[in-house]
């Protein structure tokens, strides 16, 4: 540690700086004030090297400080951080400024340095800050091959117990309590800019932050940073280095809450390829979790354009994330760093999804350069994976409505001429799928598998699947496997319904079969109910079956077939797949046909 410090008073003189070392930009460097003797002082050309880097202050003033000028060189001459911090979590002032602070850092191979001008902080009091604002500044970093510039605008953070921070870098938590204390009540940066100085520029025009609070770590931070760069260099750790990594790596992932974090007017630009790229999102924000990381997520109003296509998306929404399941695997790996990490104990870790929402996305994409785009969008689409068990899901949930795009005419598509030979010139598409696992009951049901479209029609299958125990949900794909070969087909229920789809297919066939539509339809319907039962064997319940089929073929509207097990512990998928005919089927089945 360096320092040098050159001070002049008014009426009994004393000065004083404080470092905020912190959290993103807000985290850099912090001076206090609050009043208990009235001195003013300035401070010149002040120094200090430490594990977390170098600040350099040419000039602080201080208003009403409760410190000589005296005590805050001895401060900083014992060459101590820890002695430093303390001095300046005690300071009090009614007022600081800093015309200009550099903060320069190199962790691993990356070099960078932030500059912050026109600090002000108004109203410390023994280390507890009212108001820290700077009116801006700018930052830089490099590896040696890449450089990333940039600058800030106007800096605020609220309410700032700067001995908590100081606390957090320098201190244990000990055996005793370790609560979460608020460090900051808020915070906003405006006007952020990056970019490599030649074709790519990120911009975000707000970032906030409220009710950010930390607890002490088990080991103090600039301790374990110094051990960790002490490492670098290491191809092989010892144990006791992997555990004591592993171990920080977990304490400091769960060492963060927050009530919400947000960004606003975020925009990305790259044009290091003939065809630029522009992304644009107006909001981003992150509701905390109380057990850490964050619980929701939030986007709104994001717009990408690239290669003459255009893709814009309303919203963005997600609730019940959690990361709990990687911090506890991380702790219980910490505890044995040489134990193989096996597919199960990977798998534990995965974090829980929780449903993951998208509304009204609209999208303009040219089939190819140059072409005339095709219109589409999705009304909603929403994806939920949670209630897991060893790490997998157990609750799955699929839903898209309205996937709608334009069918135009001479795209050359396959799938797209097929389409307009039907006679549409613009599909709307909507699906669902629904399962989940049963564990009193060993069994996953399909609570809804189906597909509908506007002027087509829909099919929707459910059903239960049993023999499923939890090796099913091993990370060994082999007993994964082999769990599934006991699995059993309980029972399965089929609706469909037709809203057109059915008279455009017939009207094909008819053309097909050189008749009319009616005639096309009863022979049909007819060829059905003479086929089926041969097919199936014959009985009473092929017969049901065929008669159903053959009236919704004459007369389409609904059709629904129920297939239950007699076995009340279902049909064995492998079994399925050997039996040498449909009548060895039916002699375990029961069919219940319906046709409206």
């Given at each position: 540690?360096?320092?040098?410090?050159?001070?002049?008073?008014?009426?009994?003189?004393?000065?004083?700086?404080?470092?905020?070392?912190?959290?993103?930009?807000?985290?850099?460097?912090?001076?206090?004030?609050?009043?208990?003797?009235?001195?003013?002082?300035?401070?010149?050309?002040?120094?200090?090297?430490?594990?977390?880097?170098?600040?350099?202050?040419?000039?602080?003033e201080l208003t009403g400080s409760s410190l000589s000028a005296a005590e805050i060189e001895a401060a900083f001459a014992q060459d101590d951080p820890q002695v430093l911090f303390e001095t300046l979590?005690?300071?009090?002032?009614?007022?600081?400024?800093?015309?200009?602070?550099?903060?320069?850092?190199?962790?691993?191979?990356?070099?960078?340095?932030?500059?912050?001008?026109?600090?002000?902080?108004?109203?410390?009091?023994?280390?507890?800050?009212?108001?820290?604002?700077?009116?801006?500044?700018?930052?830089?970093?490099?590896?040696?091959?890449?450089?990333?510039?940039?600058?800030?605008?106007?800096?605020?953070?609220?309410?700032?117990?700067?001995?908590?921070?100081?606390?957090?870098?320098?201190?244990?938590?000990?055996?005793?309590?370790?609560?979460?204390?608020?460090?900051?009540?808020?915070?906003?940066?405006?006007?952020?800019?990056?970019?490599?100085?030649?074709?790519?520029?990120?911009?975000?025009?707000?970032?906030?932050?409220?009710?950010?609070?930390?607890?002490?770590?088990?080991?103090?931070?600039?301790?374990?940073?110094?051990?960790?760069?002490?490492?670098?260099?290491?191809?092989?750790?010892?144990?006791?280095?992997?555990?004591?990594?592993?171990?920080?790596?977990?304490?400091?992932?769960?060492?963060?809450?927050?009530?919400?974090?947000?960004?606003?007017?975020?925009?990305?630009?790259?044009?290091?390829?003939?065809?630029?790229?522009?992304?644009?999102?107006?909001?981003?924000?992150?509701?905390?979790?109380?057990?850490?990381?964050?619980?929701?997520?939030?986007?709104?109003?994001?717009?990408?354009?690239?290669?003459?296509?255009?893709?814009?998306?309303?919203?963005?929404?997600?609730?019940?994330?959690?990361?709990?399941?990687?911090?506890?695997?991380?702790?219980?790996?910490?505890?044995d760093p040489d134990a193989d990490l096996s597919p199960d104990e990977m798998q534990r870790m995965l974090p829980v999804i929780g449903t993951v929402t998208l509304n009204d996305l609209t999208a303009?994409?040219?089939?190819?350069?140059?072409?005339?785009?095709?219109?589409?969008?999705?009304?909603?689409?929403?994806?939920?994976?949670?209630?897991?068990?060893?790490?997998?899901?157990?609750?799955?949930?699929?839903?898209?409505?309205?996937?709608?795009?334009?069918?135009?005419?001479?795209?050359?598509?396959?799938?797209?001429?097929?389409?307009?030979?039907?006679?549409?010139?613009?599909?709307?598409?909507?699906?669902?799928?629904?399962?989940?696992?049963?564990?009193?009951?060993?069994?996953?049901?399909?609570?809804?598998?189906?597909?509908?479209?506007?002027?087509?029609?829909?099919?929707?299958?459910?059903?239960?699947?049993?023999?499923?125990?939890?090796?099913?949900?091993?990370?060994?794909?082999?007993?994964?496997?082999?769990?599934?070969?006991?699995?059993?087909?309980?029972?399965?229920?089929?609706?469909?319904?037709?809203?057109?789809?059915?008279?455009?297919?017939?009207?094909?066939?008819?053309?097909?079969?050189?008749?009319?539509?009616?005639?096309?339809?009863?022979?049909?319907?007819?060829?059905?109910?003479?086929?089926?039962?041969?097919?199936?064997?014959?009985?009473?319940?092929?017969?049901?079956?065929?008669?159903?089929?053959?009236?919704?073929?004459?007369?389409?509207?609904?059709?629904?077939?129920?297939?239950?097990?007699?076995?009340?512990?279902?049909?064995?998928?492998?079994?399925?797949?050997?039996?040498?005919?449909?009548?060895?089927?039916?002699?375990?089945?029961e069919i219940d046909a319906q046709a409206r």
């Open positions: 540690m360096t320092v040098s410090a050159r001070c002049a008073s008014h009426g009994g003189g004393t000065a004083a700086a404080a470092l905020a070392l912190g959290l993103g930009l807000i985290g850099t460097v912090a001076l206090w004030s609050s009043p208990a003797a009235a001195n003013d002082v300035v401070v010149e050309d002040l120094g200090f090297s430490g594990t977390l880097g170098s600040y350099a202050i040419p000039r602080m979590a005690a300071l009090s002032a009614t007022q600081i400024t800093i015309p200009r602070m550099v903060l320069s850092q190199d962790i691993a191979d990356v070099t960078q340095e932030a500059v912050y001008e026109d600090i002000r902080i108004d109203d410390m009091r023994e280390g507890r800050i009212a108001s820290f604002t700077a009116s801006g500044g700018s930052f830089s970093a490099s590896d040696g091959d890449d450089d990333v510039i940039g600058s800030f605008g106007a800096v605020e953070s609220l309410m700032i117990d700067l001995p908590l921070i100081l606390s957090y870098y320098t201190e244990a938590a000990g055996d005793g309590d370790n609560p979460f204390r608020t460090a900051y009540e808020s915070f906003s940066i405006s006007d952020l800019v990056m970019g490599d100085g030649e074709s790519a520029q990120f911009t975000i025009e707000e970032i906030s932050g409220s009710a950010v609070a930390v607890r002490l770590l088990q080991e103090p931070l600039t301790e374990t940073i110094a051990a960790i760069a002490a490492m670098e260099d290491t191809d092989d750790p010892t144990a006791e280095e992997a555990t004591r990594l592993l171990n920080f790596l977990a304490d400091m992932m769960d060492s963060f809450r927050f009530e919400e974090m947000s960004m606003n007017g975020m925009t990305i630009v790259d044009e290091s390829d003939d065809d630029p790229v522009e992304m644009r999102i107006e909001r981003i924000a992150f509701l905390g979790d109380p057990q850490g990381g964050f619980a929701a997520f939030m986007m709104e109003d994001m717009r990408v354009a690239a290669d003459g296509a255009v893709i814009a998306i309303a919203s963005i929404d997600s609730e019940g994330f959690s990361f709990a399941p990687m911090l506890e695997g991380l702790r219980a790996l910490a505890e303009s994409i040219p089939p190819e350069p140059g072409a005339t785009p095709v219109e589409g969008g999705i009304g909603r689409l929403s994806i939920t994976a949670d209630t897991p068990y060893e790490g997998v899901p157990t609750n799955l949930r699929l839903a898209i409505d309205n996937l709608a795009f334009d069918l135009p005419a001479g795209t050359g598509e396959e799938f797209i001429e097929m389409a307009r030979g039907f006679g549409y010139e613009r599909l709307d598409l909507s699906g669902n799928f629904a399962a989940r696992w049963n564990e009193a009951g060993q069994e996953i049901v399909l609570s809804d598998l189906s597909f509908s479209g506007e002027e087509i029609g829909s099919v929707a299958l459910r059903g239960v699947i049993g023999g499923v125990g939890p090796e099913v949900f091993s990370g060994d794909e082999t007993m994964r496997l082999m769990a599934l070969m006991g699995a059993t087909v309980k029972n399965l229920h089929l609706m469909v319904e037709d809203r057109g789809i059915a008279e455009i297919l017939l009207s094909l066939q008819a053309a097909e079969m050189g008749v009319s539509p009616d005639q096309a339809r009863q022979q049909l319907g007819m060829m059905s109910q003479m086929m089926l039962p041969a097919i199936l064997g014959g009985g009473p319940q092929a017969q049901g079956l065929a008669e159903a089929v053959g009236r919704f073929l004459e007369n389409p509207g609904e059709l629904e077939i129920a297939v239950e097990a007699i076995d009340p512990a279902g049909i064995p998928l492998m079994e399925l797949g050997t039996m040498s005919a449909p009548a060895d089927l039916m002699q375990r089945i």
